[in-house]
């Protein structure tokens, strides 16, 4: 499956914004997607998953309450909505894909995006 993560850029600390990404290739709706973020000098980190038939979402510690995950299988897209946006959210995020699922940083996909840059002003 091929992933397309668009949406990214510069907001001010308290603000939003939606990270899209649309995949490809595949069948959408027997994936279950997700996002991890990078920030610069720093490990990848996951930030949330949700399984192929919305059913079940999990997310970080730093973003729950924050940050939405849904999809749209119809549209073959995951969405990140990111709202309280915080300078520490500034990072890269990629969107992923796997047939198989786990919560938090167990889950190890083997599809990615390449990416779109977040970046939070304070």
């Known amino acids: 499956v091929q992933l397309q993560a668009s949406g990214g850029g510069l907001v001010q600390a308290g603000g939003s914004l939606r990270l899209s990404c649309v995949a490809s290739?595949?069948?959408?709706?027997?994936?279950?997607m997700g996002w991890f973020r990078q920030a610069p000098g720093k490990e990848r980190e996951f930030v949330a998953v949700?399984?192929?038939?919305?059913?079940?979402?999990y997310y970080s510690d730093s973003v729950k309450g924050r940050f939405t995950i849904s999809r749209d299988n119809a549209k073959s897209t995951v969405y990140l909505q990111m709202n309280s946006l915080k300078p520490e959210d500034t990072a890269v995020y990629f969107c992923?894909?796997?047939?198989?699922?786990?919560?938090?940083?167990?889950?190890?996909?083997?599809?990615w995006g390449q990416g779109t840059q977040v970046t939070v002003s304070s």
């Open positions: 992923a894909a796997d047939k198989t699922f786990a919560y938090g940083s167990m889950w190890s996909p083997d599809y």
């Open positions: 290739g595949r069948t959408f709706s027997r994936y279950n």
């Open positions: 949700i399984r192929w038939s919305s059913s079940s979402t």
